[in-house]
């Protein structure tokens, strides 16, 4: 049987399917499900708990996901990915309804765990899911579009929650309410089923084995990769934690304006120009975008003026646009197809890991040197990722090519 036939998929006839819809409106809601904690830092502030844990609850949910994705993902596979999202819906359904009940430290750690833990069920299934449908020749535009339907929730939830606040009557009322629209998942998760030939159907999948992990963990192209997105999502972590300090610093208001322009320029371009992602050279378009990217970050460590400071949020979005979705269109092809939904996912924890270790190194940094190191830092990240890019060969070597066109 061909591991390709699903990831062959023509990519119109994919864009109308019923499983598209069904897993982009999926990935759309369980995001949702994360861009109202916003508030979540105001609503603490409301309770009886010590200002100095507000850090320890906010990050909780990112430390587990943090943890428990790379340990759970061997796991998941075609065959049960199904099953453990429903898991995994119920699971933050009842995370989000259990906030009303938690008014101390512990009590409210212990949410924030289980959500973590939800939001890694959630996720890793729906890659794994999604990871079925990529159509091969389409991959990159194909995350760009996944990365849209993420993005939506962060520009769209955040602004409306002030409102939303004074509808309900406060933060634990708006999370019940997104809990009840989190059980529309269930419905778009039961929508989703398996297409392939009726051989296909009765093969049963399994999860990697030990020696299959370490197998892949051994690919010198894999881990250039990860460690290449994972300097990226530093870079971008460390703008996102302490621009709004560097704006202040530099006499710029509303420096938050930079971060949506970011977001416009990364959903223009995925939007826009997503399709012509494939049509190039990933490896190279990365090198290009991560060099461009790192005289950005130069620009930035030296910006006075307030129209190059917006000027740079909007070419930090287009670089980001382009970097995040070929970076996991590249991880798509040159992983085998028994690895790739496990890869995808381990590409999926740098964000995560990036966001964990960026705060951790910019703090010091800030505290010693000021904004400007910081984003020098960024700068040389994005060049030693560029480099390790050069390192990384094109897509999939011929035997394994010539082993998949046989099996087709």
Same mark, same amino acid.
């Given at each position: 049987?061909?591991?390709?036939?699903?990831?062959?998929?023509?990519?119109?006839?994919?864009?109308?399917?019923?499983?598209?819809?069904?897993?982009?409106?999926?990935?759309?809601?369980?995001?949702?499900?994360?861009?109202?904690?916003?508030?979540?830092?105001?609503?603490?502030?409301?309770?009886?708990?010590?200002?100095?844990?507000?850090?320890?609850?906010?990050?909780?949910?990112?430390?587990?996901?943090?943890?428990?994705?790379?340990?759970?993902?061997?796991?998941?596979?075609?065959?049960?990915?199904?099953?453990?999202?429903?898991?995994?819906?119920?699971?933050?359904?009842?995370?989000?309804?259990?906030?009303?009940?938690?008014?101390?430290?512990?009590?409210?750690?212990?949410?924030?765990?289980?959500?973590?833990?939800?939001?890694?069920?959630?996720?890793?299934?729906?890659?794994?899911?999604?990871?079925?449908?990529?159509?091969?020749?389409?991959?990159?535009?194909?995350?760009?579009?996944?990365?849209?339907?993420?993005?939506?929730?962060?520009?769209?939830?955040?602004?409306?929650?002030?409102?939303?606040?004074? $509808? $309900?009557?406060?933060?634990?009322?708006?999370?019940?309410?997104?809990?009840?629209?989190?059980?529309?998942?269930?419905?778009?998760?039961?929508?989703?089923?398996?297409?392939?030939?009726?051989?296909?159907?009765?093969?049963?999948?399994?999860?990697?084995?030990?020696?299959?992990?370490?197998?892949?963990?051994?690919?010198?192209?894999?881990?250039?990769?990860?460690?290449?997105?994972?300097?990226?999502?530093?870079?971008?972590?460390?703008?996102?934690?302490? $621009?709004?300090?560097?704006?202040?610093?530099?006499?710029?208001?509303?420096?938050?304006?930079?971060?949506?322009?970011?977001?416009?320029?990364?959903?223009?371009?995925?939007?826009?120009?997503?399709?012509?992602?494939?049509?190039?050279?990933?490896?190279?378009?990365?090198?290009?975008?991560?060099?461009?990217?790192?005289?950005?970050?130069?620009?930035?460590?030296?910006?006075?003026?307030?129209?190059?400071?917006?000027?740079?949020?909007?070419?930090?979005?287009?670089?980001?646009?382009?970097?995040?979705?070929?970076?996991?269109?590249?991880?798509?092809?040159?992983?085998?197809?028994?690895?790739?939904?496990?890869?995808?996912?381990?590409?999926?924890?740098?964000?995560?890991?990036?966001?964990?270790?960026?705060?951790?190194?910019?703090?010091?940094?800030?505290?010693?040197?000021?904004?400007?190191?910081?984003?020098?830092?960024?700068?040389?990240?994005?060049?030693?990722?560029?480099?390790?890019?050069?390192?990384?060969?094109?897509?999939?070597?011929?035997?394994?090519?010539?082993?998949?066109?046989?099996?087709?």
């Amino acid at each position: 049987m061909s591991e390709e036939k699903h990831t062959g998929k023509s990519f119109v006839g994919l864009l109308h399917s019923r499983k598209f819809f069904c897993l982009m409106g999926a990935a759309f809601l369980a995001y949702a499900n994360i861009s109202v904690f916003f508030g979540f830092y105001d609503h603490l502030r409301t309770l009886p708990i010590d200002p100095a844990d507000y850090g320890v609850l906010i990050g909780a949910l990112a430390a587990v996901a943090l943890l428990v994705r790379p340990l759970i993902s061997p796991f998941f596979h075609a065959g049960n990915a199904r099953s453990l999202l429903f898991l995994g819906t119920s699971l933050a359904v009842a995370s989000l309804a259990a906030y009303s009940l938690a008014d101390e430290f512990w009590s409210l750690l212990l949410i924030r765990v289980l959500h973590g833990l939800s939001f890694a069920v959630v996720g890793t299934a729906l890659m794994t899911l999604i990871v079925e449908v990529i159509p091969k020749d389409r991959s990159a535009q194909f995350f760009g579009y996944i990365a849209v339907v993420t993005l939506i929730p962060n520009t769209l939830v955040p602004p409306f929650l002030p409102f939303l606040g004074n $509808l $309900l009557g406060g933060f634990n009322q708006i999370l019940l309410v997104f809990a009840a629209l989190t059980l529309l998942m269930f419905p778009l998760v039961w929508a989703i089923e398996g297409d392939g030939t009726d051989k296909e159907r009765k093969s049963v999948p399994t999860g990697l084995t030990r020696q299959e992990i370490l197998e892949d963990l051994r690919d010198p192209q894999v881990i250039l990769l990860l460690l290449s997105m994972l300097m990226l999502y530093c870079g971008h972590a460390l703008i996102f934690f302490f $621009l709004d300090g560097y704006g202040k610093s530099i006499e710029v208001a509303y420096a938050g304006v930079f971060l949506t322009l970011s977001t416009i320029g990364e959903i223009g371009v995925r939007v826009v120009a997503g399709s012509s992602f494939d049509r190039q050279d990933k490896v190279r378009l990365s090198i290009r975008t991560l060099v461009v990217l790192a005289i950005c970050y130069v620009l930035l460590a030296h910006s006075t003026g307030i129209w190059l400071f917006f000027a740079l949020g909007l070419l930090f979005g287009l670089g980001w646009g382009i970097a995040m979705p070929v970076f996991n269109g590249l991880m798509f092809e040159i992983s085998k197809p028994r690895f790739r939904a496990f890869n995808i996912n381990l590409g999926m924890q740098m964000f995560q890991a990036g966001f964990f270790f960026g705060p951790i190194i910019g703090a010091p940094l800030l505290a010693r040197w000021g904004y400007g190191t910081i984003y020098h830092l960024c700068a040389g990240l994005s060049i030693l990722a560029a480099f390790f890019m050069t390192i990384i060969k094109k897509p999939a070597d011929k035997k394994y090519a010539e082993k998949e066109k046989k099996n087709e």
